[in-house]
Protein backbone atom coordinates (compact mmCIF):
# COMPACT_ATOMS: atom_id res chain seq x y z
CA UNK A 1 0.00 0.00 0.00
CA UNK A 2 1.36 3.68 -1.00
CA UNK A 3 1.30 6.65 1.48
CA UNK A 4 0.90 10.01 0.11
CA UNK A 5 4.14 11.33 2.16
CA UNK A 6 5.99 8.79 0.27
CA UNK A 7 4.53 9.27 -3.36
CA UNK A 8 6.12 12.15 -5.29
CA UNK A 9 3.40 14.15 -7.94
CA UNK A 10 4.41 14.90 -11.22
CA UNK A 11 2.27 16.94 -12.81
CA UNK A 12 2.20 19.94 -15.84
CA UNK A 13 0.57 22.23 -13.07
CA UNK A 14 1.00 22.59 -9.41
CA UNK A 15 -1.99 22.61 -7.25
CA UNK A 16 -3.32 26.33 -7.74
CA UNK A 17 -6.13 28.24 -8.06
CA UNK A 18 -6.67 29.44 -10.94
CA UNK A 19 -6.78 26.40 -13.56
CA UNK A 20 -8.58 23.84 -14.01
CA UNK A 21 -6.18 20.88 -13.70
CA UNK A 22 -4.50 22.51 -10.43
CA UNK A 23 -7.48 23.24 -8.78
CA UNK A 24 -8.51 19.32 -9.15
CA UNK A 25 -5.05 18.88 -7.73
CA UNK A 26 -5.39 20.94 -5.03
CA UNK A 27 -8.98 19.41 -3.65
CA UNK A 28 -7.25 15.82 -4.25
CA UNK A 29 -4.62 17.27 -1.58
CA UNK A 30 -6.84 19.06 0.48
CA UNK A 31 -8.85 15.44 1.21
CA UNK A 32 -5.55 13.13 1.11
CA UNK A 33 -2.84 15.19 2.98
CA UNK A 34 0.76 16.28 1.62
CA UNK A 35 2.81 14.34 -1.04
CA UNK A 36 6.58 13.92 -0.74
CA UNK A 37 7.22 16.63 -3.03
CA UNK A 38 5.71 17.46 -6.23
CA UNK A 39 7.79 17.95 -9.42
CA UNK A 40 6.15 20.20 -11.95
CA UNK A 41 6.36 20.14 -15.84
CA UNK A 42 5.21 23.46 -16.68
CA UNK A 43 4.31 25.54 -19.57
CA UNK A 44 6.69 28.40 -19.25
CA UNK A 45 4.06 31.03 -20.00
CA UNK A 46 1.87 29.90 -17.24
CA UNK A 47 1.19 31.47 -14.07
CA UNK A 48 -0.31 29.24 -11.76
CA UNK A 49 -1.43 31.00 -8.63
CA UNK A 50 0.01 28.48 -5.85
CA UNK A 51 -1.70 28.20 -2.44
CA UNK A 52 1.74 29.47 -0.12
CA UNK A 53 1.27 26.48 2.02
CA UNK A 54 2.07 24.36 -0.40
CA UNK A 55 5.52 26.07 -0.51
CA UNK A 56 6.24 26.08 3.34
CA UNK A 57 5.13 22.37 3.44
CA UNK A 58 6.09 20.60 0.48
CA UNK A 59 9.54 20.62 -1.57
CA UNK A 60 8.59 21.83 -5.47
CA UNK A 61 10.57 21.55 -8.37
CA UNK A 62 9.25 23.57 -11.42
CA UNK A 63 11.08 22.54 -14.90
CA UNK A 64 10.09 24.38 -18.36
CA UNK A 65 8.60 21.75 -20.60
CA UNK A 66 9.21 21.83 -24.06
CA UNK A 67 6.59 23.11 -26.54
CA UNK A 68 3.84 21.18 -27.60
CA UNK A 69 1.66 23.14 -29.09
CA UNK A 70 2.40 24.00 -33.21
CA UNK A 71 -0.02 26.70 -33.96
CA UNK A 72 0.07 27.15 -37.39
CA UNK A 73 1.35 23.37 -37.92
CA UNK A 74 3.83 23.16 -40.00
CA UNK A 75 5.54 20.53 -42.15
CA UNK A 76 8.49 20.17 -39.64
CA UNK A 77 6.43 18.85 -36.13
CA UNK A 78 7.33 15.54 -36.54
CA UNK A 79 11.28 16.51 -36.51
CA UNK A 80 11.07 18.76 -33.56
CA UNK A 81 8.74 15.73 -31.40
CA UNK A 82 11.32 13.37 -32.41
CA UNK A 83 14.23 15.87 -31.26
CA UNK A 84 12.57 16.34 -28.20
CA UNK A 85 12.15 12.57 -27.42
CA UNK A 86 15.49 11.68 -28.36
CA UNK A 87 17.29 14.31 -26.21
CA UNK A 88 14.76 16.23 -23.96
CA UNK A 89 13.06 13.21 -22.45
CA UNK A 90 15.91 11.42 -21.14
CA UNK A 91 17.09 14.71 -19.64
CA UNK A 92 14.18 15.71 -17.71
CA UNK A 93 13.58 12.30 -16.54
CA UNK A 94 17.00 11.83 -15.22
CA UNK A 95 16.32 15.12 -13.53
CA UNK A 96 12.69 13.47 -12.25
CA UNK A 97 14.19 10.75 -11.03
CA UNK A 98 17.00 12.66 -8.99
CA UNK A 99 14.26 14.85 -7.17
CA UNK A 100 12.05 11.84 -6.24
CA UNK A 101 15.35 10.20 -4.46
CA UNK A 102 16.14 13.46 -3.32
CA UNK A 103 12.69 13.73 -1.46
CA UNK A 104 12.56 10.48 -0.13
CA UNK A 105 9.61 9.02 -2.70
CA UNK A 106 8.94 5.44 -2.41
CA UNK A 107 6.55 5.47 -5.67
CA UNK A 108 5.14 7.79 -8.45
CA UNK A 109 2.34 9.55 -9.37
CA UNK A 110 2.15 11.16 -12.40
CA UNK A 111 -1.27 13.06 -14.15
CA UNK A 112 -0.86 11.72 -17.74
CA UNK A 113 -1.32 15.22 -19.90
CA UNK A 114 -0.12 15.71 -23.20
CA UNK A 115 2.82 14.12 -25.43
CA UNK A 116 5.78 15.12 -22.40
CA UNK A 117 3.79 13.50 -19.71
CA UNK A 118 3.24 10.91 -21.54
CA UNK A 119 6.66 9.97 -22.87
CA UNK A 120 8.26 11.10 -19.37
CA UNK A 121 6.10 7.69 -17.46
CA UNK A 122 6.77 5.44 -20.43
CA UNK A 123 10.80 6.04 -19.98
CA UNK A 124 10.19 5.81 -16.11
CA UNK A 125 8.82 2.36 -16.31
CA UNK A 126 11.50 1.43 -18.61
CA UNK A 127 14.56 3.04 -17.03
CA UNK A 128 13.45 3.30 -12.56
CA UNK A 129 12.46 0.96 -10.13
CA UNK A 130 9.53 3.21 -8.73
CA UNK A 131 5.96 2.02 -8.61
CA UNK A 132 4.17 3.90 -11.29
CA UNK A 133 0.26 4.95 -10.48
CA UNK A 134 -1.18 7.53 -13.19
CA UNK A 135 -3.75 9.81 -13.54
CA UNK A 136 -5.86 10.33 -16.29
CA UNK A 137 -8.46 13.18 -16.90
CA UNK A 138 -8.27 13.28 -20.45
CA UNK A 139 -7.90 10.80 -23.21
CA UNK A 140 -4.29 11.73 -25.11
CA UNK A 141 -6.43 12.21 -28.37
CA UNK A 142 -8.05 15.67 -27.32
CA UNK A 143 -5.03 17.23 -26.41
CA UNK A 144 -3.28 15.95 -29.39
CA UNK A 145 -5.69 17.26 -31.85
CA UNK A 146 -5.90 20.42 -30.29
CA UNK A 147 -2.14 21.14 -30.01
CA UNK A 148 -1.74 20.02 -33.84
CA UNK A 149 0.73 17.23 -32.97
CA UNK A 150 1.78 15.39 -36.58
CA UNK A 151 -0.10 12.11 -37.09
CA UNK A 152 2.77 9.67 -36.52
CA UNK A 153 4.04 11.18 -33.13
CA UNK A 154 0.04 11.30 -31.93
CA UNK A 155 -0.24 7.66 -32.63
CA UNK A 156 3.42 7.00 -30.84
CA UNK A 157 1.76 8.80 -27.88
CA UNK A 158 -1.31 6.82 -27.91
CA UNK A 159 0.54 3.57 -27.59
CA UNK A 160 2.52 4.86 -25.21
CA UNK A 161 -0.02 6.39 -22.69
CA UNK A 162 -1.48 2.62 -23.66
CA UNK A 163 1.40 0.49 -22.24
CA UNK A 164 2.02 3.14 -19.20
CA UNK A 165 -1.62 2.03 -18.84
CA UNK A 166 -0.94 -1.72 -19.07
CA UNK A 167 2.24 -1.00 -16.62
CA UNK A 168 1.07 1.17 -13.90
CA UNK A 169 0.00 -0.21 -10.41
CA UNK A 170 -3.45 1.39 -10.47
CA UNK A 171 -4.84 4.76 -12.36
CA UNK A 172 -6.55 7.59 -10.90
CA UNK A 173 -9.77 8.07 -13.28
CA UNK A 174 -11.94 10.90 -14.08
CA UNK A 175 -15.32 9.43 -14.38
CA UNK A 176 -16.84 5.56 -13.93
CA UNK A 177 -17.31 5.34 -17.33
CA UNK A 178 -13.32 5.66 -18.03
CA UNK A 179 -12.78 3.14 -15.16
CA UNK A 180 -14.48 0.41 -16.25
CA UNK A 181 -13.09 1.23 -19.84
CA UNK A 182 -9.39 0.96 -19.15
CA UNK A 183 -9.76 -1.89 -16.71
CA UNK A 184 -11.29 -3.83 -19.77
CA UNK A 185 -8.94 -2.38 -22.55
CA UNK A 186 -5.94 -2.01 -20.17
CA UNK A 187 -6.31 -4.41 -16.87
CA UNK A 188 -4.99 -1.47 -15.02
CA UNK A 189 -6.89 -1.49 -11.53
CA UNK A 190 -8.97 2.14 -11.78
CA UNK A 191 -10.13 4.18 -9.34
CA UNK A 192 -12.97 6.93 -9.81
CA UNK A 193 -10.99 9.90 -9.12
CA UNK A 194 -13.83 12.72 -9.86
CA UNK A 195 -13.76 16.52 -8.69
CA UNK A 196 -15.17 17.01 -5.37
CA UNK A 197 -16.92 20.26 -3.32
CA UNK A 198 -16.75 20.35 0.13
CA UNK A 199 -20.11 19.75 1.49
CA UNK A 200 -20.05 22.73 4.11
CA UNK A 201 -20.41 24.61 0.76
CA UNK A 202 -23.27 22.48 -0.51
CA UNK A 203 -26.63 23.99 -0.15
CA UNK A 204 -30.69 22.62 0.10
CA UNK A 205 -32.48 21.48 -3.00
CA UNK A 206 -34.60 24.38 -4.40
CA UNK A 207 -38.56 23.72 -4.29
CA UNK A 208 -39.07 26.09 -7.57
CA UNK A 209 -38.00 28.70 -10.23
CA UNK A 210 -38.49 31.82 -9.61
CA UNK A 211 -41.78 32.96 -11.30
CA UNK A 212 -41.41 34.28 -14.54
CA UNK A 213 -37.53 33.55 -14.63
CA UNK A 214 -35.27 31.44 -16.75
CA UNK A 215 -32.18 32.58 -15.54
CA UNK A 216 -29.62 29.83 -16.43
CA UNK A 217 -25.91 29.54 -15.36
CA UNK A 218 -23.10 28.44 -17.09
CA UNK A 219 -19.58 28.44 -15.33
CA UNK A 220 -16.11 27.49 -17.10
CA UNK A 221 -15.53 27.68 -21.03
CA UNK A 222 -17.80 26.23 -23.07
CA UNK A 223 -15.66 23.67 -25.05
CA UNK A 224 -18.91 22.01 -26.59
CA UNK A 225 -19.41 25.24 -28.61
CA UNK A 226 -21.77 24.37 -30.83
CA UNK A 227 -23.92 22.75 -27.90
CA UNK A 228 -23.50 26.53 -26.38
CA UNK A 229 -24.50 28.51 -29.28
CA UNK A 230 -28.02 26.07 -29.54
CA UNK A 231 -28.17 26.96 -26.15
CA UNK A 232 -27.85 31.10 -26.73
CA UNK A 233 -30.00 30.38 -29.86
CA UNK A 234 -33.20 28.75 -27.96
CA UNK A 235 -32.76 31.29 -25.14
CA UNK A 236 -33.04 34.74 -27.71
CA UNK A 237 -36.30 33.16 -29.43
CA UNK A 238 -37.97 32.56 -25.11
CA UNK A 239 -36.57 36.25 -24.89
CA UNK A 240 -39.14 36.96 -27.63
CA UNK A 241 -42.07 36.04 -25.22
CA UNK A 242 -42.56 39.08 -23.20
CA UNK A 243 -44.67 37.08 -20.81
CA UNK A 244 -41.11 36.10 -19.56
CA UNK A 245 -39.70 39.11 -17.11
CA UNK A 246 -35.98 37.59 -17.24
CA UNK A 247 -34.57 35.81 -19.83
CA UNK A 248 -30.69 35.87 -19.05
CA UNK A 249 -27.44 33.20 -19.44
CA UNK A 250 -25.45 34.25 -16.85
CA UNK A 251 -21.50 32.83 -18.01
CA UNK A 252 -19.19 32.98 -14.96
CA UNK A 253 -15.53 33.17 -17.28
CA UNK A 254 -12.51 35.10 -18.17
CA UNK A 255 -13.23 34.99 -21.59
CA UNK A 256 -16.00 33.87 -23.88
CA UNK A 257 -16.04 33.99 -27.38
CA UNK A 258 -18.45 35.68 -29.66
CA UNK A 259 -21.34 34.20 -30.25
CA UNK A 260 -23.71 33.13 -33.24
CA UNK A 261 -26.40 35.10 -32.15
CA UNK A 262 -28.51 35.57 -29.46
CA UNK A 263 -25.31 37.81 -27.57
CA UNK A 264 -28.07 39.77 -26.33
CA UNK A 265 -29.16 37.18 -23.55
CA UNK A 266 -25.67 36.48 -22.33
CA UNK A 267 -24.74 38.17 -18.84
CA UNK A 268 -21.13 37.82 -18.65
CA UNK A 269 -19.70 37.04 -15.06
CA UNK A 270 -16.34 37.08 -13.43
CA UNK A 271 -14.40 34.25 -12.65
CA UNK A 272 -15.36 33.73 -9.26
CA UNK A 273 -13.71 31.16 -6.47
CA UNK A 274 -16.07 27.99 -5.63
CA UNK A 275 -17.70 29.02 -2.55
CA UNK A 276 -18.40 32.34 -4.10
CA UNK A 277 -19.49 30.56 -7.25
CA UNK A 278 -21.63 28.60 -5.50
CA UNK A 279 -23.57 31.27 -4.16
CA UNK A 280 -24.07 33.24 -6.83
CA UNK A 281 -25.18 29.96 -9.40
CA UNK A 282 -28.09 29.39 -6.47
CA UNK A 283 -29.81 32.21 -7.49
CA UNK A 284 -29.94 31.29 -10.91
CA UNK A 285 -33.09 28.72 -11.88
CA UNK A 286 -31.41 26.41 -13.88
CA UNK A 287 -27.56 25.30 -14.46
CA UNK A 288 -26.14 24.55 -18.31
CA UNK A 289 -24.07 21.76 -18.54
CA UNK A 290 -22.61 20.82 -22.46
CA UNK A 291 -21.02 17.77 -23.48
CA UNK A 292 -20.33 17.25 -27.46
CA UNK A 293 -22.51 15.19 -30.06
CA UNK A 294 -19.70 14.65 -32.59
CA UNK A 295 -18.31 12.33 -33.64
CA UNK A 296 -14.94 13.58 -33.45
CA UNK A 297 -15.24 14.17 -30.16
CA UNK A 298 -17.42 10.64 -29.05
CA UNK A 299 -14.36 9.10 -27.26
CA UNK A 300 -14.02 12.16 -24.56
CA UNK A 301 -17.70 12.60 -24.23
CA UNK A 302 -17.87 9.14 -23.60
CA UNK A 303 -14.68 8.93 -20.77
CA UNK A 304 -14.47 12.23 -19.47
CA UNK A 305 -16.51 14.00 -16.36
CA UNK A 306 -16.83 17.77 -16.31
CA UNK A 307 -15.67 19.54 -13.52
CA UNK A 308 -18.61 22.17 -13.44
CA UNK A 309 -20.97 19.12 -12.65
CA UNK A 310 -19.97 18.72 -9.28
CA UNK A 311 -19.98 22.28 -8.39
CA UNK A 312 -23.33 22.65 -10.50
CA UNK A 313 -25.08 19.58 -8.09
CA UNK A 314 -23.74 21.18 -4.90
CA UNK A 315 -25.83 24.78 -5.64
CA UNK A 316 -28.83 22.35 -5.58
CA UNK A 317 -30.71 23.58 -8.63
CA UNK A 318 -31.37 21.65 -11.21
CA UNK A 319 -29.00 20.86 -13.98
CA UNK A 320 -29.65 20.93 -18.02
CA UNK A 321 -27.84 18.30 -19.24
CA UNK A 322 -27.10 18.47 -23.19
CA UNK A 323 -25.06 15.97 -24.63
CA UNK A 324 -25.37 12.06 -25.71
CA UNK A 325 -27.69 9.83 -23.65
CA UNK A 326 -24.45 7.91 -23.62
CA UNK A 327 -22.29 10.28 -22.72
CA UNK A 328 -20.04 9.92 -19.45
CA UNK A 329 -22.46 12.75 -17.33
CA UNK A 330 -25.30 11.51 -19.41
CA UNK A 331 -25.40 7.66 -17.84
CA UNK A 332 -24.29 9.67 -14.55
CA UNK A 333 -27.20 11.41 -14.61
CA UNK A 334 -29.99 9.67 -15.95
CA UNK A 335 -28.93 6.97 -13.35
CA UNK A 336 -30.01 9.19 -10.60
CA UNK A 337 -32.97 10.95 -12.41
CA UNK A 338 -30.78 14.24 -11.35
CA UNK A 339 -31.42 16.39 -14.14
CA UNK A 340 -33.19 17.85 -17.68
CA UNK A 341 -32.00 16.25 -20.14
CA UNK A 342 -31.91 17.24 -23.92
CA UNK A 343 -30.44 14.58 -26.10
CA UNK A 344 -31.05 16.46 -29.72
CA UNK A 345 -28.34 19.23 -30.71
CA UNK A 346 -31.06 21.66 -32.28
CA UNK A 347 -31.80 24.45 -30.45
CA UNK A 348 -35.96 24.08 -31.22
CA UNK A 349 -35.63 20.91 -28.56
CA UNK A 350 -33.76 22.78 -25.63
CA UNK A 351 -36.17 25.56 -25.97
CA UNK A 352 -39.10 23.08 -24.81
CA UNK A 353 -36.84 21.45 -22.88
CA UNK A 354 -36.66 25.01 -20.90
CA UNK A 355 -40.18 26.05 -21.04
CA UNK A 356 -40.72 22.63 -19.51
CA UNK A 357 -38.64 22.65 -16.72
CA UNK A 358 -39.06 25.89 -15.02
CA UNK A 359 -43.04 25.61 -15.99
CA UNK A 360 -43.55 22.64 -13.49
CA UNK A 361 -42.67 23.11 -9.79
CA UNK A 362 -43.17 19.64 -8.78
CA UNK A 363 -40.62 18.24 -11.34
CA UNK A 364 -38.22 21.18 -10.76
CA UNK A 365 -38.00 20.31 -6.98
CA UNK A 366 -37.71 16.56 -7.80
CA UNK A 367 -34.61 17.23 -10.11
CA UNK A 368 -33.40 19.72 -7.78
CA UNK A 369 -33.12 17.02 -4.78
CA UNK A 370 -31.94 14.22 -6.59
CA UNK A 371 -28.86 16.38 -7.94
CA UNK A 372 -28.40 16.86 -4.24
CA UNK A 373 -28.44 13.24 -3.46
CA UNK A 374 -26.49 12.55 -6.07
CA UNK A 375 -23.80 15.13 -4.93
CA UNK A 376 -23.83 13.75 -1.39
CA UNK A 377 -23.45 10.05 -2.53
CA UNK A 378 -20.21 10.64 -4.94
CA UNK A 379 -19.19 14.08 -5.48
CA UNK A 380 -18.02 15.25 -1.77
CA UNK A 381 -14.79 16.02 -0.39
CA UNK A 382 -15.47 13.06 2.02
CA UNK A 383 -15.85 9.89 -0.89
CA UNK A 384 -12.83 12.19 -2.69
CA UNK A 385 -10.40 10.97 0.31
CA UNK A 386 -12.00 7.30 0.45
CA UNK A 387 -11.34 6.76 -3.67
CA UNK A 388 -8.20 8.36 -3.36
CA UNK A 389 -6.86 6.23 -0.62
CA UNK A 390 -8.00 3.09 -2.89
CA UNK A 391 -6.36 4.35 -5.46
CA UNK A 392 -2.92 4.20 -2.96
CA UNK A 393 -3.80 0.66 -2.17
Sequence with gaps: MGQLNRTLLVAGVPPCTNYSGGLFLDRILAAAGDPAGIF?????????????????????????????????????????????????????????????????????????????????????????????????????????????????TSTEAVGQFNDVLRGARSCAATSWAMCAAYHREFGVRAVPVVPAVDPALALPPAEAPQPRSIRIGFAGQPYAWEEFNALVRAMAKLRWNTWWSAVELHVFADRLPP???????????????????????????LLYCPYWFSEEYREEANLCF????????????????????????????????????????????????????????????????????????????????????????
Design 40 to 152: VLQNPHLTPHVPPHYAERVPIKVIAKPNELYYPPDDEVRQKERAVADTVIPELTSELIAFAYEVGAEEIWIVLEGQTLIRVAHRLLATSDFPLRVQVMDPPGWWLRAHNVDPE
Design 259 to 285: VESGQEVIVKRPWLPQAQLISELAQLD
Design 306 to 393: PSKLSTYLATGRPVLLHSRADSSPGRFLRAGSAAFFCFRTESGAMHDLIEQAVGHSDRYAEIAHNGRALFDQYLSMPQLRKTFQEFLL
